[in-house]
């Protein structure tokens, strides 16, 4: 197998990160699907367009959604003071 790094990214400490190509991740996961797959729109495009464009992709793919970065953003902030008060 070649693996070869394509991204650096910052991580919190204390949350460890790694980032797997998803035909290597998959076979080891519930359902053999990615949980989440983030999309980069080409500079220019209208977010709002882009999401909508998704969405309507979406409806034909049972347990698919789209949504906006804020939504992602705002969905992993809840999820960060469920985990702090887990761990209280």
């Known amino acids: 197998m070649d693996i070869r790094v394509v991204a650096l990214f910052e991580s919190r400490p204390g949350y460890d990160s790694l980032l797997l190509p998803v035909s290597l991740l ?3 996961t519930t359902n053999g ?3 989440q797959i983030l ?3 080409a500079e220019g495009t209208d977010p709002d367009r ?3 464009w998704l969405g309507t ?3 034909e793919h ?3 959604r789209a ?3 804020d939504a ?3 969905t992993h902030a809840e999820e960060s003071k469920t985990q702090a008060a887990a761990q209280g």
């Open 26 to 28: 998959a076979p080891h």
């Open 33 to 35: 699907l990615p949980a």
């Open 39 to 41: 999309v980069r729109a």
């Open 50 to 52: 882009l999401v909508a």
């Open 57 to 59: 992709w979406a409806k």
């Open 62 to 64: 049972p347990g698919v």
């Open 67 to 69: 949504a906006s970065r």
């Open 72 to 74: 992602l953003l705002e």
